[in-house]
């Protein structure tokens, strides 16, 4: 295989797996609405956490052309050395302590949150998916 049809290939599949983690992100973003129907700030917080995470790699891949292996929210934000995230996590930096909290607490704890944490970290992914060119809709 020619050396051009090898990086077209590359390309290729960054744009199909850009695209999913965007529609996963959006899709994990919806969810969270569901799982507060059914009274559940636990797992709408994990899933908000979720959708914040893709998105972020998302935008690293179609940035930078690769994403690293990490959970940090924080650790992603500065990787992306983009002004808007970077001024959105200095002032909600409490919204990434959380939702980083449900990340692990949904899965290995039993943490109690309420409508107020889920609002705050609702508007923190709407933020970033602004920042980063992500339509909700």
């Known amino acids: 295989m020619e050396r051009s049809s090898i990086i077209g290939l590359v390309v290729s599949l960054s744009i ?10 959006k899709h994990l973003y919806r969810i969270s609405v569901n799982d507060i ?10 899933h908000l956490e979720q959708a914040v995470q893709l998105s ?4 690293l891949l179609k940035t930078i052309g690769d ?7 924080k650790d992603l934000v500065e990787l992306t050395e983009d002004n808007c995230l970077m001024r959105l996590s ?9 939702l980083e909290d449900a990340y692990t607490g949904a899965r290995y704890f039993l943490r109690t949150y309420g409508e107020r944490e889920y609002v705050e970290a ?8 602004k920042c980063i060119g992500i339509s909700i809709t």
Do not use: Q
Not at 16 to 25: S, V
Not at 56 to 59: C, Q
Not at 67 to 73: A, D, L, M
Not at 122 to 129: D, H, I, L, P, S
């Open 37 to 46: 129907a059914a009274g559940r700030y636990d797992i709408a917080l994990f």
């Open 90 to 98: 200095e002032e909600k930096w409490y919204v990434i302590d959380i």
């Open 16 to 25: 199909t797996l850009y695209r999913e983690m965007i529609e996963r992100a």
């Open 122 to 129: 609702k508007n923190f992914v709407e933020g970033v998916f």
């Open 56 to 59: 972020l790699k998302a935008y």
């Open 67 to 73: 994403f690293p292996r990490t959970h940090s929210i």
